[in-house]
């Protein structure tokens, strides 16, 4: 059985097929398209997917944003503009005349990072720091996804009262503060207009603001994950993400994590797969469910 496995991110849309044993073939990429527009999205959709569909026998998507029955909703509109509501599974089957099932993003990557722990492992959680924060949970060897495919929303839950306003529609969320976007928000001075890539750069030269900003994130990270161990008890969390993989930002998360009490610690890994999370977890997922 082929499976043709797609990710939908806020920048590129990637595709490729999977066999029977997840190993993944023929990725293709293209850019997601700039006006995030239902129709936009479905014709992008079609040019990505001609190349392979005709090799597949079903489809299983990885997307950004909130999938409920087969529909894409945005929880944060800034990552996905005018793309709520976008009938993902109706789409992609009149497009490709196959089976298809969705499932964000975030807890596809989990699903594929907790296949590449150790067999004694049941209870994990993955979580992903870059443009936004996001995350997945598994818990007694099954992925959660909740029953409106909000399971392990992490980004969106409390670091800090009186901080900045996220685009959910909270106030002082971890993605608003901890997100490469949150980084690169709170600098000033000389710092002002950086990427979070640049400030880092900074940061590993020597600038004090630099450090703080990336601090303040490792931070509130290390908190949410003392949260997170305390809600679900996991055996380990494990970190990815354009920030959460950078130079030094998980020694640095660890460190923050050694303060909280030791009931609160949980041991910390790095993510094993990185571009292809998404897609890999996919074809995971399409193993267990769409047999
Ligand atoms: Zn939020």
């Not at 196959?98 to 004694?120: F, G, I, K, T």
């Not at 990336?214 to 969390?237: N, P």
């Not at 909280?260 to 998404?278: M, S």
Request: with cysteine; proline share 4%.
């Amino acid at each position: 059985m082929t499976t043709l496995v797609i990710d939908i991110g806020g920048t590129k849309l990637a595709a490729a097929l999977a066999d029977s044993a997840s190993n993944l073939t023929g990725r293709r990429e293209i850019p997601t398209p700039a006006s995030r527009t239902p129709q936009a999205l479905q014709a992008a959709l079609a040019t990505l997917v001609a190349p392979l569909v005709s090799q597949a026998q079903r489809v299983a998507v990885a997307s950004t944003g909130i999938i409920k029955q087969g529909v894409l909703t945005a929880l944060n509109p800034d990552n996905l503009g005018g793309l709520s509501h976008f009938p993902l599974v109706d789409v992609l089957s009149r497009l490709t005349n196959l089976p298809c099932m969705a499932v964000n993003d975030a807890q596809a990557a989990a699903w594929a990072e907790y296949h590449a722990l150790s067999a004694d492992t049941t209870d994990m959680v993955f979580l992903t720091v870059s443009t936004g924060v996001g995350g997945g949970m598994v818990t007694g060897g099954k992925l959660l996804t909740g029953t409106e495919g909000l399971a392990g929303h992490f980004g969106h839950t409390l670091a800090d009262p009186h901080g900045p306003r996220c685009g959910c529609g909270r106030t002082g969320c971890v993605e608003a503060m901890a997100s490469g976007r949150g980084i690169a928000r709170a600098a000033n001075g000389d710092l002002a207009g950086c990427t979070a890539k640049q400030i880092f750069a900074h940061a590993a030269a020597g600038h004090p603001q630099a450090e703080e900003l990336i601090q303040r994130s490792a931070r509130v990270l290390a908190r949410l994950i003392a949260d997170i161990k305390v809600a679900t008890d996991c055996q380990c969390v494990v970190l990815g993400g354009s920030v959460g993989l950078a130079d030094g930002y998980l020694a640095r998360v660890k460190a923050w994590l050694e303060e909280e009490p030791e009931i609160c610690r949980v041991p910390l890994f790095r993510a094993k797969h990185q571009h292809d999370a998404g897609l890999l977890g996919a074809a995971l997922l399409a193993q267990n469910r769409m047999l």
